[in-house]
């Protein structure tokens, strides 16, 4: 069973994702949040307690509190290697080349992805 964490202030798109994560994965766990501080709080938490990260992070890049990328320089602070096995995607709507550029900033984010996650594009990955 794949775990996957959906972060998007969008909740259309938090739907509309994990109906698509569902059609690819069977039992997939699928945990969402609207807010990049309530994601790295779970994130911590898992840390914290020794839980498995999960293996796919989707994260949109434009939220109010906290960007995506604040998001990683946060995520950054931790030991890089408990992202080993979690690949994680920036996902957004976003059309500027510099959000692109400055994914590439992060040695824990896999891709960025335009909005909106397929079943194509997750049998890809």
């Known amino acids: ?5 959906l972060i998007d202030d969008d909740d259309i798109f938090n739907f509309l994702h994990s109906e698509v994560i569902k059609q690819v994965e069977k039992s997939p766990e699928i945990t969402i949040h609207s807010s990049s501080i309530d994601a790295l709080d779970f994130i911590k938490e898992c840390v914290e307690q020794k839980i498995n990260l ?14 995506g990328f604040e998001l990683m320089d946060e995520l950054m602070k931790l030991p890089l290697e408990l992202f080993d096995q979690t690949k994680i995607y920036f996902v957004t709507s976003s059309l500027d080349q510099r959000d692109r550029i400055k994914a590439k900033d992060y040695p824990i984010v896999t891709g960025f992805k ?12």
């Open 1 to 5: 069973m794949k775990k996957y964490l």
């Open 54 to 67: 999960p293996d796919y992070i989707f994260v949109d890049i434009r939220m109010p509190e906290m960007n």
């Open 114 to 125: 335009e909005k909106t996650i397929t079943s194509e594009l997750l049998k890809d990955m």
